[in-house]
């Protein structure tokens, strides 16, 4: 999964419009926009702002491996994964 849409997907599981979040980041529809159809790069100061829109970690947010959108989910999980590795 792109980071667009792992963008995309966790602010609908919260129940956010793009204009919600547009109007959290103070930028304009269009830019928002192109940061779910990935027509940008975003830069890591833009994850971070968009990550505390969404009041979620930046790691939860950047893990575009997870199908998880629920962050005290997807930390259940990790720590599971994590418990599971023999050091």
Not at 67 to 85: A, F, L, P, T
Request: hydrophobic share 35%; proline share 0%.
């Amino acid at each position: 999964m792109l980071l667009a849409k792992r963008i995309q997907a966790i602010r609908q599981h919260k129940g956010h419009s793009q204009k919600r979040l547009y109007e959290l980041l103070d930028i304009e529809q269009s830019t928002y926009s192109c940061y779910e159809k990935e027509a940008a790069n975003l830069t890591f100061k833009t994850i971070c702002k968009i990550a505390t829109a969404l009041n979620c970690s930046v790691v939860f947010l950047v893990d575009i491996n997870s199908g998880i959108y629920d962050e005290e989910k997807w930390k259940q999980q990790k720590c599971n994964e994590w418990r599971s590795v023999q050091l």
